[in-house]
């Protein structure tokens, strides 16, 4: 089972991705956790390169880098642990590529589609859960907790863009998307999170 975690910066992914693999590991599961970019050394070497402060990326170009980490993610990380039959936790894949260069940086849709089919391998997420916070909390959040990358670091209607891209995201596929509010506090963000993940693992006999 492929469980994948979307939202703006600072809406609380990392914490929530964290508690829930904790929970899952204690009753016993097999857990993967992973993230995009990133999860492999090749990704995480291209990851740095990427969100790099000071470089003026192309949106095509940003486009086939992302596309370069999952391929090898897929391949290296994901599709063994699904054939292994492990719970993969994801923070962040195929959505967010809709999100934030498609409905961000204006990519053709289609585009993203085609490479995406060619690069997962028809791969998709059982259950992929939104934490839906304001551009503007979720920007103070993550400057509050770390040092902003490139992306982080674009203008505040550039992160709403984002956060509406990922609300008609969730409309268009309500069956996959698990929507929850990112300004509620943690644990109670947590427990909602815990019980639908459980009912989905019932529900596919898990």
């Keep these: 089972?492929?469980?994948?975690?979307?939202?703006?910066?600072?809406?609380?992914?990392?914490?929530?991705?964290?508690?829930?693999?904790?929970?899952?590991?204690?009753?016993?599961?097999?857990?993967?956790?992973?993230?995009?970019?990133?999860?492999?050394?090749?990704?995480?070497?291209?990851?740095?390169?990427?969100?790099?402060?000071?470089?003026n990326v192309f949106p095509l170009p940003e486009l086939l880098v992302f596309m370069a980490m999952r391929a090898q993610h897929i391949e290296e990380v994901i599709l063994p642990a699904l054939q292994d039959g492990s719970i993969v936790i994801c923070d962040r894949f195929v959505d967010a590529t809709y999100a934030y260069q498609g409905y961000g940086r204006k990519i053709d849709l289609g585009v993203i589609e085609t490479l995406n089919r060619l690069v997962t391998r028809g791969i998709r997420p059982n259950l992929t859960i939104l934490l839906n916070v304001s551009a503007e909390r979720g920007l103070k959040r993550?400057?509050?907790?770390?040092?902003?990358?490139?992306?982080?670091?674009?203008?505040?209607?550039?992160?709403?863009?984002?956060?509406?891209?990922?609300?008609?995201?969730?409309?268009?596929?309500?069956?996959?998307?698990?929507?929850?509010?990112?300004?509620?506090?943690?644990?109670?963000?947590?427990?909602?999170?815990?019980?639908?993940?459980?009912?989905?693992?019932?529900?596919?006999?898990?």
């Excluded at 990704?43 to 000071?54: D, F, M, N, P, T």
């Design 1 to 55: 089972m492929l469980i994948t975690f979307e939202g703006i910066e600072g809406s609380g992914k990392t914490t929530q991705i964290a508690l829930l693999a904790d929970h899952l590991k204690k009753k016993g599961r097999s857990i993967i956790q992973t993230r995009e970019p990133g999860g492999t050394g090749f990704g995480e070497a291209l990851r740095s390169v990427l969100l790099k402060k000071g470089f």
């Design 142 to 206: 993550k400057a509050a907790s770390a040092q902003m990358d490139r992306i982080e670091e674009e203008d505040i209607s550039f992160h709403q863009k984002i956060k509406k891209a990922y609300e008609k995201l969730a409309r268009e596929d309500p069956k996959r998307f698990f929507v929850v509010d990112g300004a509620l506090k943690a644990d109670a963000i947590h427990q909602i999170i815990r019980e639908k993940v459980n009912n989905v693992l019932k529900s596919y006999g898990i």
